[in-house]
C-alpha cells in the first residue's frame, strides 16, 4: 500500500495541471522527493514528509521543513492528489525565478498557490516582499499584499515592497553635473 501511494502521488504531481502552470517545464520528468521521514496516514487520505524536505523535477525544486499532500481515493487503486501544505522555510526555484516563504498552499482543485509569511520573490536582481503572494492558475494573474497569517512578517509595515532594476541606455541624456 505505502509504495502504490508513493508511485501514485509522484504521477499525479507530474500530471496535466503543472503543464499548464510551468511553461516549459518538462512535466514528464520524473519526481525525486527527500525527506528525513514520511508517514502515510491513510485513514486520513494524507501523506506527510517531515525534516529536510527536497522534491525535484527536472528545473523546478521546493524545499521545505514539511510537506503534507491530501488526496481523495477514486476507488479501486487510484489517488487523486488535491492540495500540497509545505512549511517551514518554503523555497520555490525554477530557472529564473525564486520565491520563498514561511508557508505554501497549493489547492489543485482551486489551481491556486498561495504563498504567506515574510514573502519574496526575486527574479534577476529585481525582487518584491509581502506577506502573501497568489497565483491562480487559471487566468494566470498574481498578485502580492501585505496581509500575512497571524504572526508572520510582511513588507515593511505590511506593505509591498519592491526593487527594480533599469537597465542603462545609449540614448539616455546623461544627469547634470
Same mark, same amino acid.
Given at each position: 500500500?505505502?509504495?502504490?501511494?508513493?508511485?501514485? $502521488?509522484?504521477?499525479?504531481? *507530474?500530471?496535466?495541471?503543472?503543464?499548464?502552470? $510551468?511553461?516549459?517545464?518538462? =512535466?514528464?520528468?520524473?519526481?525525486? @522527493?527527500?525527506?528525513?521521514?514520511?508517514?502515510?496516514?491513510?485513514?486520513?487520505?494524507?501523506? @506527510?514528509?517531515?525534516? &529536510?524536505?527536497?522534491?525535484?523535477?527536472?528545473?523546478?525544486?521546493?524545499?521545505?521543513? %514539511?510537506?503534507?499532500? *491530501?488526496?481523495?481515493?477514486?476507488?479501486?487503486?487510484?489517488?487523486?492528489?488535491?492540495? $500540497?501544505?509545505?512549511?517551514?522555510? @518554503? =523555497?520555490?526555484?525554477?530557472?529564473?525565478?525564486?520565491? /520563498?516563504?514561511?508557508?505554501?498552499?497549493?489547492?489543485? &482543485? %482551486?489551481?491556486?498557490? =498561495?504563498?504567506?509569511?515574510?514573502?519574496?520573490? &526575486?527574479?534577476? *536582481? &529585481?525582487?518584491?516582499?509581502?506577506? /502573501?503572494?497568489?497565483?491562480?492558475?487559471?487566468?494566470? /494573474?498574481?498578485?502580492?499584499?501585505? *496581509?500575512?497569517?497571524?504572526?508572520?512578517? =510582511?513588507?515593511?509595515?505590511?506593505?509591498?515592497?519592491?526593487?527594480?532594476?533599469?537597465?542603462? %541606455?545609449?540614448?539616455?541624456?546623461?544627469?547634470?553635473?
Amino acid at each position: 500500500m505505502f509504495a502504490r501511494i508513493c508511485a501514485t $502521488l509522484a504521477l499525479a504531481l *507530474a500530471g496535466p495541471a503543472a503543464a499548464q502552470a $510551468l511553461r516549459g517545464h518538462n =512535466t514528464a520528468a520524473p519526481v525525486d @522527493v527527500e525527506a528525513d521521514r514520511i508517514e502515510v496516514q491513510d485513514r486520513a487520505d494524507r501523506a @506527510v514528509f517531515a525534516g &529536510n524536505v527536497r522534491v525535484r523535477q527536472g528545473d523546478l525544486s521546493l524545499d521545505a521543513a %514539511r510537506l503534507t499532500i *491530501a488526496y481523495d481515493r477514486q476507488g479501486g487503486d487510484g489517488l487523486q492528489i488535491e492540495r $500540497l501544505d509545505a512549511a517551514g522555510g @518554503v =523555497t520555490v526555484r525554477s530557472p529564473s525565478e525564486t520565491a /520563498r516563504g514561511q508557508y505554501a498552499i497549493y489547492d489543485l &482543485n %482551486r489551481r491556486q498557490i =498561495t504563498m504567506l509569511g515574510g514573502v519574496t520573490l &526575486n527574479q534577476g *536582481a &529585481n525582487t518584491i516582499r509581502g506577506g /502573501r503572494l497568489v497565483i491562480d492558475l487559471n487566468s494566470g /494573474r498574481a498578485s502580492v499584499d501585505g *496581509a500575512a497569517a497571524p504572526g508572520a512578517t =510582511t513588507g515593511r509595515g505590511g506593505r509591498v515592497t519592491g526593487r527594480f532594476t533599469v537597465p542603462q %541606455r545609449q540614448d539616455s541624456p546623461q544627469p547634470p553635473r
